[in-house]
């Protein structure tokens, strides 16, 4: 390995993934630990935030070894409607129930491709629908309401 970073986005990428490691992981100091064995509420979080720490270390040992290559084109469509998908659907989940909302959200998701026409984007909605209902709720028996107080059938 040289001495000198070439690729600055693993140095950000990592730093960043180890920041947050830390501010998780601090998160839980608080919260019993426990062991393997017997875990406290603390634990799993803690481990969760370990193994950040270690991605975040690779990564950022990574940029050591790389050239440091063009950060390119930032695809601000995907974030304009990838990003709001899921708030969508937590704002929404108990108002609208599950199916809508989940109908919705994958509509809104399914815009972020400008190669996906907007037929197979309703198409791509309700397969996801049909087959998250079916394995949340009839499959795993989530308990959950399919249609929300907002929609009166």
Same mark, same amino acid.
């Given at each position: 390995?040289?001495?000198?970073?070439? @690729?600055?986005? @693993?140095?950000?990428?990592?730093?960043?993934?180890?920041?947050?490691?830390?501010?998780?992981?601090?998160?839980?100091?608080?919260?019993?630990?426990?062991?393997?064995?017997?875990?406290?509420?603390?634990?799993?979080?803690?481990?969760?935030?370990? /193994? /950040?720490?270690?991605?975040?270390?690779?990564?950022?040992?990574?940029?050591?070894?790389?050239? @440091?290559?063009?950060?390119?084109?930032?695809?601000?469509?995907?974030?304009?409607? #990838?990003?709001?998908?899921?708030?969508?659907?937590?704002?929404?989940?108990?108002?609208?129930?599950?199916?809508?909302?989940?109908?919705?959200?994958?509509? #809104?998701?399914?815009?972020?491709?400008?190669?996906?026409?907007?037929?197979?984007?309703?198409?791509?909605?309700?397969?996801?629908?049909?087959?998250?209902?079916?394995?949340?709720?009839?499959?795993?028996?989530?308990?959950?309401?399919?249609?929300?107080?907002?929609?009166?059938?």
């Amino acid at each position: 390995m040289s001495a000198k970073p070439k @690729d600055r986005t @693993d140095i950000a990428t990592g730093l960043l993934l180890m920041a947050a490691a830390v501010f998780f992981g601090w998160q839980t100091m608080g919260l019993e630990i426990g062991t393997s064995l017997r875990m406290g509420p603390g634990y799993f979080p803690m481990v969760l935030s370990g /193994l /950040l720490f270690l991605l975040g270390l690779l990564v950022f040992l990574k940029a050591f070894g790389r050239e @440091d290559e063009p950060f390119g084109k930032v695809a601000w469509r995907g974030m304009a409607f #990838i990003l709001p998908a899921p708030v969508f659907f937590g704002l929404t989940v108990r108002g609208l129930g599950f199916v809508p909302a989940l109908f919705l959200a994958a509509l #809104i998701a399914a815009q972020a491709s400008t190669r996906l026409k907007p037929l197979h984007g309703l198409v791509l909605a309700v397969i996801v629908t049909i087959a998250s209902t079916l394995i949340f709720s009839y499959g795993l028996g989530l308990p959950f309401r399919r249609f929300g107080p907002w929609l009166q059938f």
